[in-house]
């Protein structure tokens, strides 16, 4: 296996909902302690390995501790203890420490977003009309997403994902929240650059048009 069948790109809402995923972090301090210890003349071993240990106990959600800011691995992500093999995998106490941290970082971002869903999202049994509340909560999302990854390279791609998450929980099936999402956002958002506020309240009024144009 390499360390690419375990890119966290293609996680669901589903896949990585910490309502139904349980995560002790002293528990997983314990887990990837256990592993044998990283060796830098072999360091992708170190990823597959954690990825396989935490992905069996936790669930799948867990492939995002290695998804690391900016020109990472990965790309793009929104982790910032871990960033490549060549810079995060060394010495054997400081990469498993790293190795927790980041783990610990990828689910308290899980967690907050969570939450944010909820405070954004639609109340269930609502009247109010979802194209008001969506166009409200997509640049808020955006403009966390941007936070959390620095605008850094390809942090667009966590954006639409983060995005297609949120429909997801509002009930929208999976492969049309991310059609929605990826028409919307056009190529529009660049590395290295946030985004213009104009701009994402457009994707915002696309997504939530779409959406009822699709159902009228």
Excluded at 57 to 64: D, I, K, L, Q, S
Aim: aromatic share 12%; proline share 6%; with cysteine.
């Amino acid at each position: 296996m390499s360390m690419w069948d375990y890119h966290p790109g293609a996680l669901s809402w589903a896949d990585v909902d910490p309502a139904t995923h349980e995560f002790d972090a002293d528990e997983a301090a314990g887990v990837i302690g256990a592993l044998p210890p990283p060796d830098s003349a072999d360091p992708e071993r170190w990823v597959v390995s954690v990825s396989e240990a935490v992905g069996e106990r936790y669930g799948v959600w867990a492939y995002g501790w290695a998804w690391g800011c900016d020109e990472s691995d990965f790309g793009g992500g929104p982790i910032s203890e871990w960033c490549c093999l060549r810079h995060s995998v060394g010495e054997p106490d400081e990469t498993v420490a790293r190795t927790v941290r980041a783990l610990v970082e990828w689910r308290g971002w899980l967690e907050r977003l969570a939450r944010r869903f909820g405070e954004l999202g639609v109340p269930p049994g609502s009247s109010e009309s979802r194209i008001t509340v969506w166009e409200d909560a997509i640049p808020l999302l955006v403009t966390e997403v941007v936070a959390q990854t620095n605008a850094g390279d390809a942090w667009y791609r966590h954006a639409a994902q983060v995005l297609g998450w949120f429909l997801a929980r509002e009930g929208v099936s999976p492969d049309f929240a991310d059609a929605l999402v990826h028409s919307a956002i056009g190529g529009r958002f660049q590395s290295w650059v946030g985004p213009d506020q104009a701009v994402v309240a457009d994707v915002a009024e696309r997504v939530a048009d779409g959406f009822f144009e699709s159902d009228a």
